[in-house]
C-alpha cells in the first residue's frame, strides 16, 4: 500500500510539472505577443508625430532657418 502511494505522489509530482511547465511557457509567449504589439504601437506614434512635425515631407528641413541669432 506504501508503495502506491509513492507512485501516486511521484506520478502527482510529474504531472503539476508539466502543467507548470505548460503554463509558463504560454505566460513568455503571451509576453512576447505584447512585447512586439508595443513596440509596433509606439513606432507608429513616433511615425504619426514624425509626419506632423515635418508638415507631411518624408525628410525633414535642414539649414532653412536663420541660426545666426544663436551666435
Known amino acids: 500500500m506504501n508503495e502506491i502511494k509513492k507512485n501516486q505522489n ?3 509530482s510529474v ?3 508539466e502543467i507548470k511547465d505548460v ?3 504560454s505566460r513568455k ?4 505577443k505584447v512585447n512586439q ?7 507608429k506614434i513616433g ?3 514624425i509626419k ?3 508638415n507631411e ?3 525633414a528641413v535642414y539649414g532653412e532657418k536663420d541660426t545666426s541669432v544663436f551666435i
Open 57 to 59: 515631407q518624408v525628410r
Open 29 to 32: 509567449s503571451v509576453a512576447v
Open 47 to 49: 511615425e504619426i508625430i
Open 37 to 43: 504589439a508595443l513596440v509596433a504601437t509606439n513606432w
Open 15 to 17: 504531472t503539476i510539472t
Open 52 to 54: 506632423y512635425e515635418q
Open 23 to 25: 503554463l509558463e511557457q
Open 10 to 12: 511521484i506520478a502527482l
